[in-house]
């Protein structure tokens, strides 16, 4: 496993980056601002105060990989790759509302900064950019990429809509929140692992065979997400820690414990169901509670067994080596558990 | 002028609403029933509780006459008008939450019902939808109608945000607040009255025509809007009367009487500036500076003026007789001021 970033990540954003910022050009001011706070170009005064990307570009590098699996160059992907992290930062915009998250990457969030209806509407403008792009690429093999985005983008609300569910339940199961995490999370990344190669006419089966792989990656990223989200460091995640729990987020690890038939669990599931805000005493004893009980244990091991899911479809599937390393780097660096 | 709704608009809402509830269950159940709620299919129960479609069902009765426009039968304009109306359905989810609005189409707004975050899914679901129906249209001219209505959605996107904007300044201007109408309401107009015929690949001149319409249909539509939204009845309009006064938008007419240069404009902006609360008595006093300083008057011959544009460029657009006057019939109808 690697602790750094793979190089092909920040190329990614040395690419990928400034197409971003042409497309957010289009957007009228008083939206473009928001947006561009979001995505790290300006403050909130709208100085700039970046490149952009304040996200791991994950996506965009994936995009770009997808291009050339399929034997097309990089440049080839850069309006897929755009696509879908304009799609990915839709969601974190309006997540971040329903969430009543406050801050991401280390600042605060844009609902936070320029009110609600301006995060929404930002948002909105994403999302409508991200089909754009895609329209008016003239290859004719384009409108499947849109209709590969569009699907994604499906199952993603899908996904956020359980997860807000889940939030108001007490008996969700494990398969319903491993389903969840695949709508929410997995979805998107299967889509940027496979959209590069579909925008450049790529086979059926590359195309299947690079989903496949992100399909699994992006579980065990989640997977990987959730527990730090729990244990992981505020200074690195950039979020508060163990906010999930303080939301009573029915994630992985956590719905893994409270299924067990243990004391642990049980306590676990009393603790949650308290209807007072629980504390940071309460915070830390629900997270050795799931510890306790399993969780944590039962989400790194599922983390391992969808990463090694992820490498074999990478070994089944046809492709340049160099490309099949880069891919291989970014699925291990993202489930890198630094905690 | 006709006062009751044109027989085209029945017959669209029979013909679109059960394509509407057909793409509806490609959504998952949590974002469902929001969006159902919303178009009128269920009660906040899931109950059944009509045929969907509360609203007017304008945008799809355009666009049907804008595939006939084209020569083509209504059934080929099918997807375009559930699309248009998912678009027109997404904006109005997010805008009552921007707006704070409590009640549409006489019934709770989705967001008081089923809280922020579903309302916000479920129009991020609808406008996906929207995409979605244009791109599983094996047709070559669907990407053509596809682009028609992201271009639209964009601009309805910076309308909004210029609406938002609009509430924190003092100055705007009426250009300005033309600008904003156009992007906000005529874009998608426009689009609806011509994305039919660009469906079915008409020539340019055709949709370009039917756009031109759309585009001063909608202005004059607006602008009654404004006009019913301080002087209509509520019982017709199915919202709050003087809502639009409380939250200080700077609506047409009030943006109009404004920029006068007249005691009452004086009146009227020491009265909108004030920082508390307006009362009942407050709001009918704003109502009638609006009409002391001419902004009433001055909205009614704009909506008169942008009306005779519309017919105008039917007039000079090639179509079938029939659907020429089915045009009318709604430019007609949406612009009856009932007051």
Same mark, same amino acid.
């Given at each position: 496993m690697t602790t750094t970033m793979p190089a092909g990540v920040a190329a990614a954003r040395d690419l990928v980056g400034p197409a971003i910022g042409g497309w957010l050009e289009r957007l009228s001011p008083d939206v473009r601002i928001v947006a561009a706070y979001h995505l790290g170009f300006v403050d909130a005064d709208g100085a700039p105060s970046g490149n952009?990307?304040?996200?791991? @570009?994950l996506r965009p590098a994936l995009a770009l990989l997808s291009a050339r699996a399929a034997g097309a160059p990089p440049e080839r992907g850069v309006a897929a790759a755009a696509a879908v992290e304009f799609v990915h930062n839709f969601s974190l915009l309006h997540d971040d509302i329903m969430d009543g998250d406050t801050e991401r990457r280390h600042r605060p969030t844009a609902w936070t900064v320029f009110g609600v209806g301006s995060a929404i509407l930002a948002g909105d403008a994403l999302l409508c950019l991200a089909q754009d792009i895609l329209l008016t #690429?003239? @290859?004719?093999?384009a409108v499947w990429a849109a209709r590969c985005l569009s699907a994604a983008v499906h199952r993603l609300i899908a996904g956020q809509g359980a997860d807000l569910a889940f939030e108001r339940r007490? #008996?969700?199961?494990l398969d319903e929140c491993l389903q969840m995490a695949g709508d929410k999370t997995a979805a998107l990344m299967a889509c940027a692992c496979s959209i590069g190669a579909i925008g450049v006419g790529a086979p059926a089966e590359l195309a299947m065979g690079l989903a496949g792989f992100g399909a699994h990656a992006g579980l065990a990223f989640q997977l990987t997400d959730d527990l730090l989200g729990i244990w992981g460091a505020p200074e690195i995640t950039g979020k508060p820690v163990r906010a999930d729990l303080r939301a009573r987020k029915k994630s992985l690890p956590v719905v893994a414990a409270l299924s067990q038939d243990s004391q642990a669990a049980r306590d676990l599931g009393a603790l949650l169901a308290r209807p007072d805000a629980l504390d940071e005493d309460d915070l830390l004893r629900a997270a050795d509670l799931v510890e306790a009980a399993g969780g944590r244990e039962w989400a790194e091991g599922e983390a391992d067994a969808q990463l090694a899911a992820a490498t074999k479809c990478l070994a089944e599937t046809e492709m340049p080596d160099d490309v099949r390393a880069e891919f291989a780097a970014i699925a291990d660096f993202i489930t890198v558990r630094q905690n």
């Open positions: 952009g990307q304040g996200g791991k @570009a #690429d003239p @290859a004719p093999q007490e #008996d969700v199961t």
